[in-house]
């Protein structure tokens, strides 16, 4: 690179000091790195083929996406369900595609199944980000949300849930409108896999998972369970948002964001930051991650080890609500004395302040694993190994011992996860050069494009089998 110009410096300085700004200002107003570091779902471990997927495809082209894959969904007219409008990550992925394909000047429209009774913040800023960039926003009920719903070119659900509208709303035109159906599945909880929810799945278009492992386990459990069989189901990998990889590649605001949120938390420079970024809850698996880094400063203090002092940090506690699961991650650190050594921060929308001022990322997500685990690659993409459990979407990121480790999930995963921290601790190269890897695997297949170019394989599929239905 060259010399940069003022102008240049200005921008990025103006850059930081926005990232800075919404690190502190909570305000939902300020949703400027909105993500989904709180989506959640075990998965089952052991996946097999499924029908058709996208999720591998490499990108050895770039030629390819020099135009925008979603091109061809130009003035087609695309009806989105979503069971809630909230800063969780099905909302907000739905919601990003919205935009995505008003990008390309397809008309959208969105209706919002669940509000809650009062007015509500999140809601109302999220329903304006959508209205400022041109997407229609309809009430979930009456005769405008059956007419679209008959005259739209495409119809996506999001979530199981989102079922409910169907019958509730379209009555006896459900028939009609299923045919163009493309239900968008990010969940695995067993309270999903329910009949009034799902019934209509086996008629719909096609199904589109986050990972595979997801995939296979809502094709067991539906046939399993409810004696239904899933439609052609298509595994679409996400990718970062190009706002997280423009701050992951700016070497400047990292650098920024890491010194200050090191000093605002009484870290110095070069200190080693082990941290969790997810909802606080026992399936996220803040406690293992706890007994893992106690017995890692314990490795450490025996075998004398030359390493940095190390840190724990989990970002995602919820001081509102002080569950009795946090109050006992609190009372471990006391009770073991390590609170020097573990910090624990608020919830977030903000991520990237978090993964430009850590060293590791931790994925300790228990039973079945998170559904994708869209942090996975995020901090990938701010060059951070990832020491994760070998369950769920994470074993579809993280290739083991070069991007990172895995563990096993449970108990018998802490000992294992302690070494790991051990190892990286004391193997400055390694871990640096992991972080890399995981870089140029991001840049391989997790990028916006790359999500895109696979679900744009998706809508085209889908929008023919409507039209060959349709028209039969
Ligand atoms: C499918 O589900 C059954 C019972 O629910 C379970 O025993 C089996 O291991 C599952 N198979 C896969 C591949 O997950
Ligand atoms: C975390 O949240 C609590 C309660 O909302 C608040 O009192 C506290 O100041 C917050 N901490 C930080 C560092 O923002
Ligand atoms: C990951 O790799 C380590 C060795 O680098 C190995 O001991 C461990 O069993 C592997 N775990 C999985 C889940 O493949």
């Keep these: 690179m060259g010399k940069q110009s003022a102008w240049a410096v200005a921008i990025q300085k103006k850059r930081w000091l926005l990232m800075i700004l919404a690190l502190f200002s909570l305000s939902t107003a300020m949703v400027l790195f ?15 083929s499924i029908s058709k997927h996208f999720g591998e495809d490499k990108d050895t082209n770039t030629q390819i996406y020099a135009s925008n894959p979603l091109d061809f969904m130009k003035s087609k007219l695309v009806l989105m369900v979503s069971h809630e409008l909230s800063l969780s990550g099905g909302p907000l992925l739905l919601m990003e595609l919205a935009l995505l394909l008003r990008g390309v000047g397809s008309e959208v429209v969105w209706i919002t199944n669940q509000k809650p009774a009062e007015p509500d913040d999140v809601v109302y800023s999220l329903e304006h980000k959508m209205l400022d960039r041109g997407v229609q926003v309809l009430s979930a009920k009456g005769q405008k949300a059956i007419d679209t719903a008959l005259k739209a070119d495409l119809v996506i659900l999001n979530t199981a849930v989102a079922g409910k509208w169907l019958d509730v709303v379209l009555k006896e035109k459900v028939p009609h409108v299923l045919p163009k159906v493309l239900w968008w599945i990010h969940e695995m909880r067993g309270h999903y896999f329910k009949v009034e929810y799902v019934k209509h799945l086996p008629f719909v278009a096609g199904a589109m998972i986050d990972s595979h492992t997801t995939a296979e386990y809502w094709k067991n459990r539906t046939r399993e369970r409810l004696g239904i069989k899933m439609p052609e189901t298509y595994v679409v990998h996400l990718g970062n948002s190009k706002e997280l990889m423009e701050v992951a590649e700016d070497s400047v605001a990292k650098r920024i ?5 090191r000093e605002s938390l009484g870290v110095r420079n070069e200190d080693l930051i082990f941290a969790i970024i997810n909802s606080v809850s026992r399936g996220k698996g803040q406690d293992l991650f706890l007994r893992s880094f106690y017995e890692s400063m314990q490795l450490i203090k025996d075998k004398k080890l030359q390493v940095p002092p190390i840190h724990a940090v989990i970002v995602g506690s919820d001081m509102n609500t002080q569950t009795k699961y946090e109050m006992e991650l609190r009372n471990f650190v ?19 302040p978090y993964l430009a001022f850590i060293d590791v990322l931790v994925q300790n ?22 020491l994760g459990t070998a369950a769920g979407g994470t074993m579809e990121i993280v290739v083991n011992g070069t991007t990172g480790f895995l563990h096993p999930v449970g108990k018998e995963g802490v ?57 039969s």
Excluded: W
């Design 334 to 352: 006391l009770e073991k004395k390590i609170q020097d050594h573990v910090h624990f921060v608020n919830k977030t929308l903000t991520v990237a």
């Design 365 to 386: 997500s228990q039973a079945r694993g998170e559904c994708f685990g869209r942090i996975t690659i995020e901090a990938m993409a701010f060059q951070l190994p990832v």
């Design 257 to 261: 964001l890491r010194e200050h949120v």
């Design 34 to 48: 909105m993500r989904t570091a709180f989506d959640s779902c075990p998965t089952n471990t052991n996946s097999s």
């Design 415 to 471: 000992t294992p996860l302690a070494n790991n921290i051990v190892k990286l601790a004391t193997h400055v190269e390694r871990r640096l050069t992991m972080g890399k890897k995981g870089y140029e695997r991001v840049k391989e297949r997790f990028l916006e494009h790359h999500m895109l170019h696979r679900i744009a394989l998706v809508l085209k599929e889908v929008l023919q089998k409507a039209k060959t239905r349709s028209s």
